[in-house]
C-alpha cells in the first residue's frame, strides 16, 4: 500500500544504486523507514547498458523492500555532472543572473542548450565578491533517469548532483564542527572533495574511483569484473607500504598492490586541491577528514590516508542526527551507511531549507509537472464547460450560420499566415543545418585529445604486462614496432594540404609525442583534419579507417630464458586480454592477427601482430 506521506531518496550512482524511504514526524525531522542497496556492476558505469540495467536494479529493490511511495528525490551521477565554483564581481542585484548566464556560457563545456544547468550563491568574500556553485548536466541524462523512473512508476521531483547532496547532508550532521572539516567520497568511478569551515564550502570532482581497483585486479588475473570485485570486497585491502610479510593469498597480494597505487593517485590529488583551496580560496588547512562512499571502508583506507595526510580520519555517519524506525536492522544499516550521504541529503530537501538547493529538471519536464498538478482543476473546468454546452445547446443552433460565415472569411485571412509558416520552416530547417555543421566541428575539436589518450592507455597496458612477467634475472621488454590503420582508396580530400611522404599508413605526430609513448614509426604521412591518415595510390586518395588500427609488438624472447617453450605465446595473450579490457577499445574487434614470428638471432626477439579496434569511432 502506498504511504501518501513519505518519500524515496534515490542515488543513481556510477556503481550502485541507492533507495531510502524517508518520512517526516510531527516536529519536522527526517525518519529513515527502509533502504535498499543494488551493486550495478561495471555496466552501471557505461552509457549505452546504464539506462536498462538501472531500471531492473529499480524493479527488484521495489520487489525485494516493498516501498510505499513512489515520489522521487534523485541525485544524477557524479561522473556526468559538470560543477565548478566561481567568483564573480560585486554588481546590482539585478544583473546577477545575466552575469551568471555569461559565465556558464564561458565555463560549460557544452552548448547551454544541450545541458540543464542551476546554479546556488553560497556566500560573500571579504572584498564583496559573490562565491557560487555552478552545476550543469548533458539534457539527454537527465532525460534518461525520468524515462527509468516512468518506466518502474516512479515520479520524480527534483534531479540534484552529489556535491550538494553531500554538503547538505554533512551540514545536517556535522554542524557542530569547528575549525576545516574535509570530506572525501570515494565512488566507483569518480569521487568528492568537500571543505568546511565558518558556514563556507568548496567542493572538487576527482575522477578516481574505486572502479580502477577492480579494472586493474581483472586484467593483472584474467577475470572478469563481477568476479574480480566480488574478490575485491571479500579479500582486499589497502598495502600500508614499507616493509611488510606480503599475504599468502595471492589475490590479496595483487589487490592490496593496485589499491595502494590507486589510493596514491587518489592522495595526490587531495593534497593538491588542499594547497589550492588554501592559496586560491583563502581557506585554512583541514584538521579532520571524513571518509565516505563504497571504497571508504576498504580495510586499511582510513590508515593510509590518516599516514599521508597527517590528520585526524573518521568516516561519515550521515544517519548521525536521522531518526531511525524500529524496524530498520541498525546493524545491517551500519554496513553500509558510509555510501548514503546522498540520499540522506536528497531527504533533507524534503524536511528543511538545506544550504544549497538546485534542481536539474529540464523546463520541459518542469512544464508537464506543473501541468499534471493542475490536470484535476483542469478535468473540473471541461466538466464544467460541457454540462454549460448542453445547457445552451439550442443557443449554438441559432449562432451556427454565423459561425459558418465567420469561419470562411477566417480561412480567407489564414492563407497568408499559411505562406509565412511556409517560409519559417524553411529558415528552422536552414539554421538545424548549420547547428548540425557547428556539432561537426564541435566533434572534431573533441577528437584531438582521442589519439594521446588511446597511446597513453597501450603504453600503460604494455608496462603492467611487462611488470606482472618480470622478475629477477630474467629481463622482460614490449614495445611497438609499427602502429598504422587499414585504409581503402577513395576521392581525394581538397582539404589536405600536402603530399603523402610514405607509403605506410601511420599516423603523422610530433617526434617528442612519440617517444613518450614508446611509439617510433618507420615513416610518417599527414593527418588530415578529421584526424584520418591519408595516402595517394595510383592517383586515388585513400581513406584511413581510423576506427581499426593494424599494429606490430616486438618483445624480448623468453622461451630460452624461461625455460618454457610457450612464454612468447603467452605475452602475445597477456596483451591481447589487458588490450581488450580497456574501455577506449573495442573487446570483439582486438585480437591478434597472423601467427607469432620466428625469434630474430640477432637481437633474440620476436613480434606478433594484432588488430585494435577504437571505441567509440572516430567520426569522419
Known amino acids: 500500500m502506498l504511504n501518501s506521506k513519505s518519500f524515496l531518496g534515490v542515488d543513481f550512482g556510477a556503481g550502485s544504486l541507492k533507495i531510502a524511504e524517508f518520512e517526516l514526524d510531527e516536529g519536522g525531522n527526517l525518519v529513515l523507514k527502509q533502504y535498499g542497496v543494488k551493486p550495478l556492476g561495471l555496466e552501471g558505469s557505461r552509457?549505452?547498458?546504464?539506462?536498462?540495467?538501472?531500471?531492473?536494479?529499480?524493479?527488484?529493490?521495489?520487489?525485494?523492500?516493498?516501498?510505499?511511495?513512489?515520489?522521487?528525490?534523485?541525485?544524477?551521477p557524479g561522473f556526468h555532472v559538470f560543477s565548478k565554483?566561481?567568483?564573480?564581481?560585486?554588481?546590482?542585484?539585478?544583473?546577477?543572473?545575466?552575469?551568471?548566464?555569461?559565465?556558464?556560457?564561458q565555463n560549460v563545456p557544452f552548448p547551454l542548450e544541450e545541458v540543464v544547468w542551476d546554479y546556488q550563491i553560497l556566500g560573500t568574500t571579504a572584498s564583496g565578491e559573490l562565491e557560487v556553485l555552478l552545476v550543469a548536466i548533458k539534457s539527454e541524462v537527465v532525460e534518461g533517469l525520468?524515462?527509468?523512473?516512468?518506466?518502474?512508476?516512479?515520479?520524480?521531483?527534483?534531479?540534484?548532483?552529489?556535491?550538494?547532496a553531500l554538503c547538505n547532508a554533512f551540514r545536517y550532521n556535522y554542524g557542530d564542527i569547528e575549525g576545516c572539516a574535509m570530506l572525501l567520497d570515494i565512488g566507483a568511478k569518480t569521487s568528492n572533495l568537500l571543505f568546511f569551515e565558518k558556514g563556507k564550502v568548496y567542493a572538487r570532482g576527482i575522477n578516481i574511483g574505486a572502479n580502477s581497483i577492480t579494472q586493474d585486479f581483472a586484467a593483472e588475473a584474467k577475470l572478469r569484473f563481477p568476479e574480480a570485485e566480488r574478490i575485491?570486497?571479500?579479500?582486499?585491502f589497502?598495502?600500508?607500504?614499507?616493509?611488510?610479510?606480503?599475504?599468502?593469498?595471492?589475490?590479496?597480494?595483487?589487490?592490496?598492490?593496485?589499491?595502494?597505487?590507486?589510493?596514491?593517485?587518489?592522495?595526490?590529488q587531495v593534497n593538491q586541491t588542499i594547497q589550492f583551496y588554501k592559496g586560491?580560496?583563502?581557506?585554512?588547512?583541514?584538521?579532520?577528514l571524513f571518509l565516505a562512499g563504497g571504497a571508504s571502508v576498504m580495510p586499511y583506507a582510513a590508515q593510509f590516508f590518516a599516514e599521508k595526510l597527517s590528520i585526524g580520519v573518521e568516516f561519515f555517519n550521515p544517519f548521525r542526527t536521522v531518526q531511525i524506525d524500529p524496524s530498520v536492522n541498525l546493524e545491517e544499516l551500519a554496513t553500509v551507511a558510509h555510501s548514503f550521504g546522498e540520499v540522506?541529503?536528497?531527504?533533507?530537501?524534503?524536511?528543511?531549507?538545506?544550504?544549497?538547493?538546485?534542481?536539474?529538471?529540464?523546463k520541459s519536464i518542469r512544464k508537464r509537472q506543473q501541468f499534471d498538478q493542475k490536470k484535476p482543476y483542469f478535468i473540473a473546468t471541461v466538466l464544467s464547460l460541457v454540462l454549460a454546452i448542453f445547457a445552451f445547446g439550442w443557443f449554438f443552433d441559432r449562432v451556427a450560420s454565423v459561425q459558418r460565415t465567420a469561419q470562411g472569411s477566417i480561412l480567407k485571412d489564414l492563407q497568408p499566415l499559411q505562406n509565412?509558416?511556409?517560409?519559417?520552416?524553411?529558415?528552422?530547417?536552414?539554421?538545424?543545418?548549420?547547428?548540425?555543421?557547428?556539432?561537426?566541428?564541435?566533434?572534431?575539436?573533441?577528437?584531438?585529445?582521442?589519439?594521446?589518450?588511446?597511446?597513453?592507455?597501450?603504453?600503460?597496458?604494455?608496462?603492467?604486462?611487462?611488470?606482472?612477467?618480470g622478475r629477477p634475472g630474467l629481463p622482460v621488454g614490449i614495445w611497438i614496432e609499427r602502429f598504422g590503420t587499414n585504409s581503402t582508396a577513395g576521392p581525394k580530400d581538397p582539404l589536405l594540404e600536402e603530399e603523402e611522404s610514405s607509403a605506410n599508413s601511420m599516423y603523422k605526430m610530433d617526434p617528442k609525442l612519440l617517444e613518450r609513448y614508446g611509439l617510433m614509426p618507420a615513416a610518417g604521412s599527414r593527418e588530415n583534419r578529421w584526424g584520418a591518415a591519408e595516402e595517394e595510390t595510383d592517383g586515388e586518395e585513400k581513406v584511413v579507417d581510423t576506427t581499426s588500427i593494424s599494429a606490430t609488438f616486438r618483445a624480448v624472447d623468453l622461451t630460452t630464458r624461461s625455460g618454457d617453450p610457450s612464454a612468447n605465446g603467452k605475452i602475445a595473450f597477456m596483451v591481447q586480454d589487458a588490450l581488450q579490457l580497456s574501455d577506449l577499445l573495442d573487446k570483439d574487434g582486438t585480437k591478434l592477427s597472423g601467427e607469432i614470428s620466428t625469434i630474430d638471432p640477432d637481437d633474440s626477439t620476436f613480434t606478433f601482430d594484432m588488430t585494435i579496434k577504437v571505441k567509440p569511432p572516430v567520426k569522419d
Open 47 to 76: 552509457d549505452s547498458a546504464r539506462e536498462g540495467v538501472i531500471r531492473k536494479a529499480v524493479q527488484e529493490l521495489f520487489a525485494e523492500r516493498g516501498f510505499g511511495s513512489k515520489k522521487v528525490n534523485a541525485c544524477a
Open 85 to 105: 565554483f566561481v567568483k564573480l564581481p560585486p554588481v546590482d542585484s539585478s544583473k546577477v543572473t545575466q552575469i551568471i548566464q555569461y559565465e556558464a556560457q
Open 146 to 164: 525520468f524515462r527509468t523512473a516512468e518506466g518502474t512508476g516512479l515520479r520524480l521531483q527534483l534531479v540534484d548532483v552529489s556535491p550538494a
Open 232 to 236: 575485491k570486497i571479500a579479500e582486499g
Open 238 to 268: 589497502v598495502s600500508l607500504g614499507g616493509a611488510y610479510e606480503e599475504p599468502e593469498n595471492p589475490h590479496q597480494a595483487a589487490i592490496s598492490k593496485i589499491a595502494r597505487q590507486v589510493m596514491t593517485r587518489l592522495h595526490i
Open 280 to 288: 586560491q580560496q583563502g581557506g585554512s588547512a583541514p584538521q579532520q
Open 344 to 362: 540522506v541529503g536528497l531527504g533533507l530537501r524534503n524536511a528543511a531549507q538545506c544550504p544549497v538547493e538546485l534542481n536539474l529538471v529540464p
Open 420 to 469: 509565412k509558416e511556409s517560409i519559417l520552416r524553411r529558415h528552422e530547417a536552414e539554421i538545424q543545418q548549420t547547428k548540425d555543421k557547428m556539432a561537426a566541428y564541435n566533434g572534431w575539436l573533441q577528437q584531438r585529445f582521442y589519439w594521446p589518450d588511446l597511446l597513453f592507455e597501450i603504453r600503460t597496458i604494455l608496462l603492467a604486462t611487462e611488470q606482472s612477467l
